[in-house]
C-alpha cells in the first residue's frame, strides 16, 4: 500500500520561501512519477509541479516556473518542492501524488495520479 505524507505547509509573508516534503512509502518508486498539486478555496485542484522519479527529469506549471523546484531524494524515498517568492496567489493546500509512469502519461493531469497524500497548507501573507 502506498502511503504519502506530506510537510512543511505554513503561513508566511510575500515573498519568502518554505519547503515542502512528501515521503512516500510501501515499494520502489523508481518507475513512478510524483507531483505537487494545490487546491485554493473556491477553485479546482491545479498542477504544480512533477518528477519522473527514474530520470529526475522535472515539469512545471507555467505559474511557478522560475520560483519553485522539485526534487527527490531516491534513498529515503522523499520528494520536495522548494518554494521561493511566495505570492499570495500561492495559497491554497499542497498535495503529493504519485503514479505508475509511461511514456505516454500526461503528468500534469490530475486524473493521471492514483496515490494521494492529505494535504498540506501554505498560506501566504499580503
Known amino acids: 500500500q502506498v502511503q504519502l505524507v506530506e510537510s512543511g505547509g505554513g503561513l508566511v509573508q510575500t515573498g519568502a520561501s518554505l519547503r515542502l516534503s512528501c515521503v512516500a512509502s510501501?515499494?520502489?518508486?523508481?518507475?513512478?512519477?510524483m507531483g505537487w498539486f494545490r487546491q485554493a478555496p473556491g477553485k479546482e485542484r491545479e498542477f504544480v509541479a512533477a518528477i519522473i522519479w527514474a530520470e529526475s527529469l522535472t515539469y512545471y506549471a507555467d505559474s511557478v516556473r522560475g520560483r519553485f523546484t522539485i526534487s527527490r531524494d531516491n534513498a529515503n524515498n522523499m520528494m520536495y518542492l522548494q518554494m521561493n517568492s511566495l505570492k499570495a496567489e500561492d495559497t491554497a493546500v499542497y498535495y503529493c501524488?504519485?503514479?505508475?509512469?509511461?511514456?505516454?502519461?500526461?503528468?500534469?493531469?490530475?486524473?493521471?495520479?492514483?496515490?494521494w497524500g492529505q494535504g498540506t497548507q501554505v498560506t501566504v501573507s499580503p
Open positions: 501524488a504519485a503514479t505508475i509512469f509511461y511514456r505516454d502519461s500526461n503528468i500534469e493531469a490530475e486524473s493521471e495520479y492514483t496515490y
Open positions: 510501501g515499494r520502489a518508486f523508481i518507475n513512478y512519477a
